[in-house]
């Protein structure tokens, strides 16, 4: 959603750098440069407006003055006033002293309350809550159905009495809904509300009723993130009508130019709570004005990156295959294992959108193909156990019955078992540095010092297959390298590094083999 926007910001910054200092004029150049970027994305002009009266007043302080790098200075400026607009910090949800937590979802129709019903259900329910959801929306055509199938879905109850198809009190639903979690003790109550084409009194009423009927703890008002400039003044309706604590951006995932979410914040004084970036459950996460900043502004948003990690990767996995790598038993069997891991944490352009400098190859990015993965996930599987385990026995036959199987060519089957070869050794390497956990590298080193002691024992006694085995460790000994990721370390130990595949023909390109491959790792 914000890749034009991105685009703009880097080509103002891109033109700040190098030079020494930054003249009144320069200031005022980059002040509009950044206004009119702002204002193609559909931002708010009063937001447009205080944003760069904020950077240019900052722009022209001693702070940038005194700096030795004024460009890097005035990046900085405009990362901490978006991370302002956007809300300032990271806000979580009230519980009640006493539960139940009573939480009113409102907004207009079409924005996602139902589906997103769910996947609060979902989110709060892997929290360790008992969340209800409550159909209140009994105006529209299958609400309450749909509802009744999220909540399935979501593993999650939902408390439906009346059919709905304009049947029924949702005040009275609302209400008998409470009493029903009290009853059963569940300690969140989600109600979902009717909403409408446009901001009409007759829904502000309904809303306001439902309010006081169940006094909620928090009121999210949901908002289509691509509806632009509308986005302002439907969220101040609301804001006048029904009062809300927060907000929830939907669709986040689309190719609107995402003014709503750097405008609702500041105008309406509430905090983007969450937000939902696609249709499946798993969608939906907190908002953290700061990530989504260091985004816009090509920084990356390693943290992010690293939940969803810990989320797809079992710490108890993570450790048994840094171990295997270490020790050189990373097999095509546990390639696939980890292909398959990281299909679970989204599509792997958005994942390597999320690595810093990554903007920078926006194009490449966009020619990323899950299809791709799919593919190699297919050439493994059409492998015998055997060969999976030892991928040096197969020979041109048995690469021949693989390309068949797999419905790829020869060539590609080459190409993957090239960059899998590639792969072993740099995985071995991370594995063998900072990436391991602490407790394992302690270990590590100790084995270390044991087998040290033992090839001086082995030089003493010219035992020669000692020797021999003591050169083959200090040759696989890891010569340095980029630490590992890891949940039990530094971020993600086992999982491969899929950044470079961009750059070398792993992915994108509808599977088409590079002119020249390369090894990727």
């Given at each position: 959603?914000?890749?034009?926007?991105?685009?703009?910001?880097?080509?103002?910054?891109?033109?700040?750098?190098?030079?020494?200092?930054?003249?009144?004029?320069?200031?005022d150049?980059?002040?509009?440069?950044?206004?009119?970027?702002?204002?193609?994305?559909?931002?708010?002009?009063p937001?447009?407006?205080?944003?760069?009266?904020?950077?240019?007043?900052?722009?022209r302080?001693?702070?940038?003055?005194?700096s030795?790098?004024?460009?890097?200075?005035?990046?900085?400026?405009?990362?901490?006033?978006?991370?302002?607009?956007?809300?300032?910090?990271t806000?979580?949800?009230?519980?009640?002293?006493?539960?139940?937590?009573?939480?009113?979802?409102?907004?207009?129709?079409?924005?996602?309350k139902?589906?997103?019903?769910g996947?609060l259900?979902?989110?709060?329910?892997?929290?360790?809550h008992?969340?209800?959801?409550?159909?209140?929306?009994?105006?529209?055509?299958?609400?309450?159905?749909?509802?009744?199938?999220?909540?399935q879905?979501?593993?999650?109850?939902?408390?439906a009495p009346?059919?709905?198809?304009?049947?029924?009190?949702?005040?009275?639903?609302?209400?008998?809904a409470?009493?029903?979690?009290?009853?059963?003790v569940?300690?969140?109550v989600?109600?979902?509300?009717?909403?409408r084409?446009?901001?009409d009194e007759?829904l502000?009423?309904?809303?306001?009723?439902i309010?006081?009927?169940?006094?909620?703890?928090e009121?999210?008002?949901v908002?289509d993130?691509?509806?632009?400039?509308?986005?302002?003044s439907?969220?101040?309706?609301?804001?006048?009508?029904v009062?809300?604590?927060g907000?929830?951006?939907?669709?986040l995932?689309?190719?609107?130019?995402?003014?709503?979410?750097l405008?609702?914040?500041?105008?309406t004084?509430?905090?983007?709570m969450f937000?939902?970036?696609?249709?499946?459950?798993?969608?939906?996460?907190?908002?953290?004005?700061e990530?989504?900043?260091?985004?816009?502004?090509g920084?990356?948003?390693?943290?992010?990156?690293?939940?969803?990690?810990?989320?797809?990767f079992?710490?108890e996995?993570a450790?048994?295959?840094?171990v295997?790598?270490?020790?050189?038993e990373?097999?095509?069997?546990?390639?696939?294992?980890?292909?398959l891991?990281?299909?679970?944490?989204?599509?792997?352009?958005?994942?390597l959108?999320?690595l810093p400098g990554?903007?920078?190859?926006?194009?490449?990015?966009?020619?990323?193909?899950?299809?791709d993965?799919?593919?190699v996930?297919?050439?493994?599987?059409?492998?015998?156990?055997?060969?999976?385990?030892?991928p040096?026995?197969l020979?041109?036959?048995?690469k021949?019955?693989?390309?068949?199987?797999s419905?790829?060519?020869?060539t590609?089957?080459n190409?993957?078992?090239?960059?899998?070869?590639?792969?072993r050794?740099?995985?071995?390497?991370?594995?063998?540095?900072?990436g391991?956990?602490?407790?394992?590298?302690?270990?590590k080193?100790?084995q270390?010092?044991?087998a040290?002691?033992?090839?001086?024992?082995?030089?003493?006694?010219?035992?020669?297959?000692?020797?021999?085995?003591q050169?083959?460790?200090?040759?696989d000994?890891?010569?340095?390298?980029?630490?590992?990721l890891?949940?039990?370390?530094?971020?993600l130990?086992?999982?491969?590094?899929?950044?470079?595949?961009?750059q070398?023909?792993?992915?994108?390109?509808g599977?088409?083999?590079?002119r020249?491959?390369?090894p990727?790792?």
């Amino acid at each position: 959603m914000f890749d034009t926007l991105s685009s703009r910001l880097d080509k103002v910054f891109t033109s700040l750098r190098g030079r020494g200092r930054l003249t009144d004029a320069d200031i005022d150049a980059t002040a509009r440069e950044i206004r009119v970027a702002l204002l193609e994305a559909d931002v708010a002009l009063p937001v447009v407006r205080g944003f760069v009266a904020a950077i240019r007043e900052r722009a022209r302080g001693a702070e940038v003055s005194a700096s030795l790098n004024p460009a890097q200075q005035v990046i900085k400026i405009v990362n901490e006033e978006l991370v302002g607009i956007l809300g300032g910090g990271t806000t979580t949800l009230r519980f009640a002293k006493n539960p139940p937590t009573v939480i009113l979802l409102a907004g207009l129709q079409g924005t996602g309350k139902t589906t997103l019903a769910g996947k609060l259900g979902h989110w709060l329910k892997a929290q360790g809550h008992t969340p209800l959801l409550v159909a209140a929306d009994l105006q529209r055509p299958n609400a309450v159905n749909q509802l009744q199938v999220v909540g399935q879905r979501a593993g999650v109850e939902v408390f439906a009495p009346e059919p709905g198809n304009g049947v029924g009190d949702p005040v009275r639903v609302a209400r008998d809904a409470l009493a029903h979690a009290r009853r059963h003790v569940f300690d969140v109550v989600v109600v979902d509300t009717a909403g409408r084409l446009g901001v009409d009194e007759e829904l502000m009423r309904q809303a306001a009723d439902i309010r006081d009927a169940v006094s909620p703890n928090e009121i999210l008002f949901v908002l289509d993130a691509m509806i632009g400039q509308d986005a302002v003044s439907t969220a101040q309706a609301f804001a006048d009508g029904v009062g809300f604590t927060g907000v929830v951006l939907t669709k986040l995932d689309g190719d609107a130019r995402g003014g709503a979410a750097l405008s609702v914040a500041r105008v309406t004084g509430a905090p983007i709570m969450f937000a939902s970036t696609g249709e499946a459950l798993d969608d939906f996460d907190v908002f953290h004005p700061e990530r989504m900043a260091s985004r816009i502004l090509g920084m990356g948003d390693m943290l992010t990156l690293i939940e969803q990690a810990e989320k797809a990767f079992e710490v108890e996995q993570a450790e048994a295959m840094a171990v295997k790598m270490a020790n050189s038993e990373f097999t095509l069997e546990d390639f696939l294992e980890q292909m398959l891991t990281v299909r679970k944490m989204g599509p792997i352009g958005n994942l390597l959108g999320m690595l810093p400098g990554m903007g920078q190859i926006k194009d490449q990015l966009a020619q990323v193909d899950d299809r791709d993965l799919d593919r190699v996930v297919a050439i493994i599987r059409s492998m015998t156990p055997a060969e999976r385990q030892d991928p040096k026995i197969l020979q041109a036959s048995r690469k021949a019955r693989v390309a068949r199987g797999s419905g790829v060519t020869v060539t590609e089957v080459n190409q993957l078992l090239d960059r899998f070869g590639e792969a072993r050794k740099m995985m071995r390497q991370m594995a063998g540095g900072a990436g391991l956990p602490a407790g394992m590298a302690r270990a590590k080193a100790a084995q270390a010092r044991k087998a040290a002691k033992k090839g001086k024992g082995a030089r003493r006694s010219g035992n020669p297959a000692a020797r021999a085995a003591q050169a083959q460790e200090r040759r696989d000994a890891p010569q340095g390298g980029p630490p590992a990721l890891g949940p039990g370390g530094n971020g993600l130990e086992g999982m491969p590094d899929l950044s470079s595949l961009i750059q070398q023909g792993g992915f994108g390109g509808g599977g088409t083999p590079p002119r020249n491959p390369r090894p990727g790792r």
